[in-house]
């Protein structure tokens, strides 16, 4: 295990060398060199709450969070990772292999973030994007209690194609390997430790419009199916189920318009625990908007209200993640001081499906270089 | 007292000098001398300095960002990508993030940037057209902005 974790590291460094190098290659003199590029997403945060906190500390609230990207890109093949460190945490999150046969339509194999979450696709791990501090409860990753499995490994289409003048479709379509539960809950396939082998295939998509097609703006709808082995002998029996066949159905709008932006999501989340022959079917929905709303001095307003139904009634969620967010609001303020470095002060109240909790975050949060 | 002659003269003069500074002040697209670049259309453009390749004869384009003088920043956002610079930041990070797009270079000394596009075939930058055109190695494609 020990050996495989140094091989990445090594491998991580080995491309950001990569990237070094190429971006040294489109200095004067260069022609068709590779390009490449690496960014370290930083924050630190502290957090005070009242009430009881018994279960794990989600990533946000780790007093450090850090997540290097590097890409280094040649021709019409381009390698793309995700290294999520610091105190709690050691993840290959993304490592992705890409082919782009036609300018934006790029084919990935290895480990992605599935693409019908509407939040995860566009922030990654990137804590320094998402002007929220903390991620809406439905879209959490699967070490943080989150309900669906959000890194799989295998296939990625994606495309974005023009549509009449300015605006655009893009298509996203990933079929891979997802989670399995174990001892820890959600398990994706890690790229750093040794694998028991039991994950099935999910598949994922969506599609969207885009108002104008080099904007960030759209609208569009989500779909994944997940089969997920559970492992452990005492989640089998405390669900009933040998494995949870989950279908995930949503809807969101992303309007970004200065000083504006928007973003809404809600999703359908039908759940069949499956001990065969009998299948136990439960169902719940969950949504959130966010809104933003730009200020002078580079001062950002943020609201963000989160609800669901249903879910308190579900097996897989009260077993899974008795933290999980029914209904609850959280608003804040973000001061950009310097280029790509922000503080960040947020309050938050929410109902989880075992307690409410009211909260105070502030968070320092940077990209270099 | 006889004041139209150095009225005249002064007025010949004030547009001349209106004139030279008309011309100072067009933002044009630049691209190497010899480069494949023959035209690029608006989205063309915006894709490039989204670090979103384009290809001509096979060849993928490189921007490089002109941020020389606060001036030609501010046309560039405004008129080439129609973004705040927060967005412009926040939107190369969210590429970069998602697909491991590559940024484009930027350049805070206009002597270096015309340099580096003179001796990159594929490069793909903006300038003053006065500057521009004393450069033979830089060929100007379009204009981009004029006041």
Not at chain 1, 287 to 301: F, N, P, S
Request: glycine share 8%; with cysteine.
């Amino acid at each position: 295990m020990r050996i495989l974790s140094s091989f990445w590291v090594v491998l991580a460094a080995a491309c950001v060398l990569a990237a070094r190098s190429a971006q040294a290659d489109d200095d004067p003199g260069g022609h068709q060199h590779g390009t490449g590029l690496y960014e370290l997403f930083a924050s630190l945060q502290t957090v005070a709450h009242d009430g009881p906190n018994d279960g794990p500390e989600p990533r946000e609230d780790h007093w450090l969070v850090t997540d290097l990207v590097f890409a280094a890109n040649r021709g019409h093949w381009r390698v793309l990772g995700e290294y999520n460190f610091g105190p709690g945490e050691n993840d290959m999150e993304r490592f992705q292999i890409g082919f782009e046969p036609v300018p934006d339509t790029l084919l990935w194999f290895g480990r992605f973030h599935q693409p019908a979450s509407a939040w995860n696709t566009e922030f990654h791990h990137g804590q320094h994007l998402q002007t929220t501090i903390t991620r809406p409860s439905i879209e959490l990753w699967e070490d943080d209690e989150g309900l669906v499995p959000q890194h799989l490994t295998g296939a990625l289409l994606e495309s974005r194609r023009p549509v009449g003048a300015g605006a655009g479709v893009q298509l996203s379509v990933g079929i891979a390997y997802g989670s399995l539960i174990d001892a820890d809950g959600l398990s994706p396939v890690d790229l750093l430790r040794v694998n028991p082998g039991s994950h099935r295939i999910s598949e994922t998509a969506r599609i969207a419009f885009l108002p104008q097609y080099l904007g960030s703006s759209s609208t569009g709808l989500l779909y994944g199916h997940h089969r997920t082995p559970v492992l452990d002998p005492a989640q089998a029996v405390l669900l009933n189920a040998q494995l949870v066949d989950q279908h995930v159905y949503g809807a969101y709008f992303n309007q970004d318009r200065e000083p504006w932006r928007a973003l809404a999501v809600a999703y359908y989340v039908d759940v069949a625990l499956r001990n065969e022959p009998a299948v136990r079917r439960e169902h719940f929905t969950s949504g959130y908007l966010q809104l933003e709303r730009q200020l002078a001095h580079g001062l950002t307003l943020f609201a963000r209200h989160e609800n669901s139904s249903n879910a308190s009634a579900s097996r897989y969620v009260s077993l899974h993640s008795d933290d999980f967010v029914t209904h609850g609001s959280l608003a804040g303020l973000r001061w950009e001081f310097h280029r790509h470095q922000a503080l960040t002060l947020q309050l938050s109240r929410l109902t989880t499906i075992q307690s409410t909790q009211s909260a105070l975050r502030v968070q320092w949060s940077g990209v270099f270089p | 007292m006889n004041w139209r002659g150095p009225g005249l003269a002064l007025l010949l003069l004030c547009c001349s000098v209106l004139s030279v500074s008309a011309r100072g002040d067009r933002v044009v697209l630049i691209v190497n001398a010899g480069g494949p670049a023959t035209a690029l259309d608006a989205i063309d453009i915006k894709r490039l300095f989204l670090g979103i390749p384009v290809e001509r004869s096979g060849i993928t384009l490189r921007s490089m960002v002109n941020n020389s003088d606060e001036r030609i920043k501010q046309v560039f956002l405004q008129y080439v990508v129609s973004m705040s610079e927060t967005a412009y930041q926040r939107r190369l990070l969210m590429l970069a993030l998602a697909q491991g797009r590559s940024m484009p270079p930027v350049y805070s000394d206009n002597a270096q940037l015309l340099a580096a596009v003179a001796a990159n075939s594929s490069a793909v930058s903006y300038a003053w057209e006065s500057a521009a055109l004393r450069n033979p190695r830089v060929r100007i494609l379009r204009e981009l902005w004029h006041e």
